[in-house]
């Protein structure tokens, strides 16, 4: 068969009618497009995709099973690797993993095979047609807490909810899915799709309490005194990073988390909402990662005119591929080798510019990336009513600060063993952005994993 | 779900209730907030506990009928449920090593300033309360203040109770006649704690705020709730959820605070004519 260079297109929404709506904007593969997707692979003895997959799945495998047309196949193939394969399908950056991995990619210089997409419509296809229910897996009678019900959370429950462990898990706020329902917006990832997965773990048996802090309704310690066994700390995020230049209080500067958060939690963006969100002429974006093109998306689906600003240039910009695609065809502006210093506002203490300094790259730092130096003489404004930082976050400090014996970095994640996941404190679990800081959902989904192995492990050997 | 047990009408807008959450009573103290969801699709609004009940396991709440949000959760009866209800939240007011407070309430912020008095009255320390309202039919708490203060002055703006005038007043009064306070707590409108700072910078007292911004998480997420406390002419970033609520009544920048807690009032008013609108012609529950 000859060999066909790219990955099959995805259908989407176009840009122009997709910008007027919070609806997903890629549609999924259609059977016929994702089989045919799926004969892209060559099937190659060494399978280097799964060592892309931070969860492991046997991509290969499942991807056979899609060529057969046997999508339930492929789906159980998927699901003994992954909790919530819709997702990940959605937002994994698989260009950097799987995808890049895949031998079409390295040594025949073409397009990986489309193994997230793949995947997507494998999940979409099962959660649509499946009649399966799930049973419960028999008991063993451990408990163990989860700290937070985003990706790395859900995971780990998963994982152990599987093998028979009893898990609750404990969330902050009223809706749980953590960073996939306050942070990622419903035009890339549908909440339906994360409830239908949160939906699958409580049939497996999870239980999950919303509205409970962990650091302050319960602590650590109480847990281990209500007979849980083992904790998986997965708070996620915490406070936003601002850059420390004037202005920042103005009104009309916000951070990402709550811009988006007002969107994706609260629904700001439907007219019956009881939660306000400002609707902006202008709106300047402040960075290049996922969240600052979530950001300055959500922004122009509000009828925003939308400038992003990143102090690097476009090959650096950390954030998806899809993404800056979708993003620099819905109109959105990128200001590169740009840096803010100063926030202008109003005698009313509203945000009316945003002054800059040019740069250009010098060195490469630490991260190996080329260091933005700023150019003098260099400074200019823009005239925007709105900003929205997104820089990313520190780990969140409740729990640290609640929790003795518990040790932290300098820039308080908390410190962990990298192989087990298991922090300063004996049964105590940690994972996900509490320990690394921002990262992507399917690192934290790895980490999660590999704490649900070694608590497994911990308290079965412990019989 | 959270269970309303007993519900109160303060005065004509300000209302208390008192919620079944035994996991928050059985952790709150003075000074800590909770943030609530009235309805499903409620916006989340913080509310400064006003008492806990740790045997009932119960939280008191008293707001005032603002914006459209306090108008639905006023719609709940007793016996109804709320549908959310987090906390306790933020950190407890400090109250170690203090033997003689002065406590500064203002209107609705009188039901904060409350517990910290009652606080520091069975703790053994001396209180002074000086509690303000616009005028009579305003007036909340006046028993309980009575019961937890060595000294209650009862303030007016229309003088139509207690003195006339604004907390202020006495508060410049009784620190000129030598009076030494180890601490002036204000709690209440943005610009009465903005004064009362003003009043008592003078005489070199410590002065806490109790900072109320606008908040979504209420848990460190969001960076709604920053403010800025200036320190020796430099500028630190603070959230209210997790560093406060309150604050060193110096440090905070009162003119930023005051601007952000308009930032969506144009939204607000719209949204509460529209709920009244609603509320009139009884087509919504």
Redesign the interface.
């Known amino acids: 068969m000859a060999l066909i260079p790219k990955k099959h297109e995805m259908p989407i929404q176009g840009p122009l009618e997709r910008t007027t709506n919070f609806c997903e904007v890629a549609l999924g593969y259609t059977k016929e497009i994702a089989v045919a997707e799926a004969e892209r692979c060559l099937n190659c003895k060494n399978r280097p995709c799964i060592e892309g997959c931070p969860v492991h799945i046997a991509i290969p495998d499942f991807i056979q099973e899609v060529k057969k047309g046997n999508f339930n196949e492929a789906y159980a193939i998927i699901s003994k690797s992954s909790s919530l394969p819709a997702v990940c399908g959605r937002v994994c950056p698989q260009e950097k993993q799987c995808e890049a991995m895949c031998t079409l990619h390295t040594k025949l210089k073409v397009d990986g095979v489309g193994i997230g997409r793949i995947e997507r419509f494998v999940a979409d296809y099962h959660n649509e047609n499946s009649t399966n229910s799930i049973v419960p897996p028999k008991s063993n009678s451990h408990k163990v807490a989860i700290i937070g019900s985003g990706p790395s959370g859900l995971t780990c429950a998963g994982d152990l909810q599987k093998q028979g462990f009893s898990v609750t898990i404990f969330e902050a706020l009223h809706t749980p899915g953590g960073v996939l329902v306050y942070g990622i917006p419903e035009f890339r990832l549908p909440k339906s799709i994360v409830k239908k997965e949160i939906d699958n773990l409580k049939a497996l048996g999870v239980e999950i309490k919303t509205n409970v802090v962990i650091g302050k309704t319960l602590t650590i310690d109480e847990l281990f005194n209500m007979g849980y066994e083992a904790i998986y700390i997965a708070s996620g995020a915490g406070l936003p990073k601002f850059m420390d230049i004037p202005g920042e209080g103005l009104k009309g500067v916000f951070s990402a988390n709550e811009f988006l958060t007002r969107i994706n939690l609260m629904k700001a963006y439907e007219d019956n909402s009881y939660t306000p969100i400002i609707k902006s002429k202008k709106v300047a974006v402040v960075g290049g990662g996922n969240v600052a093109m979530d950001a300055a998306r959500s922004a122009k689906r509000l009828g925003s005119d939308v400038t992003i600003i990143y102090r690097r240039t476009f090959d650096e910009l950390p954030a998806r591929h899809e993404e800056i695609e979708h993003a620099l065809e819905e109109g959105i502006k990128f200001n590169f080798l740009t840096n803010p210093i100063e926030i202008i506002g109003d005698e009313n203490g509203n945000c009316i510019g945003i002054k800059c300094v040019k740069m250009e790259l010098g060195s490469p730092d630490e991260s190996g990336r080329k260091r933005p130096v700023v150019i003098e003489n260099s400074e200019f404004t823009i005239d925007t009513d709105a900003v929205i930082m997104s820089l990313g976050t520190s780990p969140n400090p409740l729990i640290k600060n609640t929790t003795e014996g518990l040790s932290t970095t300098k820039w308080g994640g908390i410190m962990i063993d990298e192989d087990t996941g298991l922090s300063s404190r004996e049964n105590v679990y940690a994972g996900g952005d509490a320990v690394t800081g921002a990262a992507t959902v399917i690192l934290a989904m790895g980490a999660g994993k590999k704490a649900s192995q070694a608590i497994s492990k911990k308290l079965l050997n412990k019989e | 779900m959270y269970k309303i047990l007993n519900k109160k009408v303060l005065n004509n807008t300000v209302i208390e209730m008192e919620v079944f959450a035994p996991?928050?009573a059985e952790?709150a103290k003075p000074g800590q907030f909770i943030i609530l969801?009235s309805h499903e699709?409620?916006?989340?609004i913080p509310l400064t506990i006003a008492g806990y009940d740790i045997d009932k396991g119960t939280i008191k709440i008293i707001f005032q009928i603002v914006g459209?949000?306090t108008l639905?959760l006023n719609e709940l009866k007793e016996g109804d449920n709320i549908?959310?209800?987090?906390?306790?939240?933020g950190l407890p007011t400090h109250t170690e090593g203090i033997k003689k407070v002065c406590v500064v309430g203002g209107g609705v912020g009188c039901a904060i300033a409350l517990p910290i008095a009652e606080e520091f009255h069975t703790l053994g320390a001396n209180v002074t309360s000086i509690v303000g309202f616009r005028n009579k039919e305003l007036v909340i708490l006046e028993d309980e203040f009575k019961n937890a203060s060595d000294t209650l002055i009862m303030m007016t703006d229309d003088g139509s109770y207690g003195e006339k005038g604004n907390v202020t007043i006495p508060l410049k009064n009784l620190l000129e006649s030598g009076v030494k306070y180890d601490m002036v707590i204000a709690i209440g409108p943005l610009v009465m704690m903005k004064y009362v700072v003003e009043t008592v910078r003078p005489f070199n007292i410590p002065v806490t705020v109790s900072m109320n911004p606008i908040m979504?998480?209420g848990?460190?997420?969001?960076?709604?709730c920053?403010?800025?406390l200036i320190k020796e002419n430099k500028?630190e970033?603070k959230?209210a959820c997790?560093d406060g609520p309150d604050f060193n009544g110096y440090e905070v920048?009162f003119d930023?605070a005051i601007?952000?807690s308009?930032?969506?009032s144009d939204?607000?008013r719209k949204?509460y004519d529209k709920e009244c609108n609603l509320l009139a012609k009884g087509g919504k529950n």
């Open positions: 996991l928050v952790k969801r699709d409620s916006e989340r459209a949000s639905r549908h959310d209800f987090v906390g306790p939240l979504i998480d848990t460190g997420m969001c960076g709604c920053r403010l800025s500028r970033m959230f997790v920048d930023e601007q952000r308009k930032q969506y939204f607000e949204a």
